[in-house]
């Protein structure tokens, strides 16, 4: 069964530095999103992308926030400047099409030390 | 139960038992809701859907619910497994990008 990978698993970072989280998408999927989720608090919703660019964005997605598809393939969340807070799971999640459900990678834990 | 945003409860049950996870929203405009599963170190699965045109879908031992005139669903799980061990989250997805709730921890106990 097809199945969105992220990379790595874990992520540990100092504070002001940037990171790469980077997602696979389901290979026919068109949409992609990311989330995140601090430790014990809900599924928060970052931003969705579609056609290479953003189609939606949280409040939580600020400048220090950004995504690309770089390829065909890989679909990355960077970080600029990572701060405390930051630390959270991370997960990216594919649908084929708007009408469909999403399918969710495993997580990449980030902790901002 | 759960109301999205608000505190994490624990439902403990027996397996074979069946569980019930209730969930509660705000949004009276909300037209889709979705259930979820998330296990331990994994991301979210998808269990079920429902429109806000239904008031009760089944799926494989699964049944949601959903009272739009108090605006609150259910998840019913027939005859509970230690593998349904999880948290349940519900959500709203209007235009497809879900607002979640807290979550239910479900504990199942062989």
């Known amino acids: 069964e097809p199945e969105v990978t992220q990379t790595p698993s874990h992520q540990v970072t100092q504070m002001g530095q940037e990171v790469i989280l980077r997602c696979v998408p389901i290979?026919?999927?068109?949409?992609f999103y990311w989330y995140r989720q601090i430790l014990g608090q809900k599924v928060e919703f970052l931003v969705s992308?579609?056609?290479?660019?953003?189609?939606?964005k949280s409040e939580i997605f600020d400048d220090q926030f950004s995504v690309e598809r770089p390829d065909g393939s890989n679909f990355t969340l960077k970080i600029r400047s990572t701060k405390l807070e930051d630390s959270a799971m991370y997960f990216c999640a594919s649908i084929a099409g708007v009408t469909d459900t999403q399918y969710f990678g495993p997580g990449t834990r980030l902790t901002v030390l | 139960g759960e109301s999205v945003g608000l505190h994490l409860p624990t439902l403990s049950v027996q397996e074979g038992d069946n569980s019930i996870i209730n969930c509660a929203y705000s949004n009276s405009a909300s037209d889709y809701f979705i259930w979820y599963k998330q296990e331990s170190g994994k991301g979210p699965q998808f269990i079920i859907d429902?429109?806000?045109?239904?008031d009760k879908r089944q799926g494989q031992r699964v049944t949601v619910l959903l009272n739009k005139t108090v605006k609150h669903l259910s998840l019913q799980i027939a005859a509970t497994q230690p593998g349904d061990s999880a948290v349940y989250f519900c959500?709203?997805?209007?235009?497809?990008?879900?607002?979640f709730g807290r979550g239910t921890s479900l504990i199942v106990h062989p």
């Open positions: 959500a709203e997805g209007g235009s497809y990008i879900p607002t």
């Open positions: 992308f579609y056609n290479n660019e953003i189609s939606e």
């Open positions: 290979s026919n999927h068109l949409y």
């Open positions: 429902i429109r806000s045109n239904m």
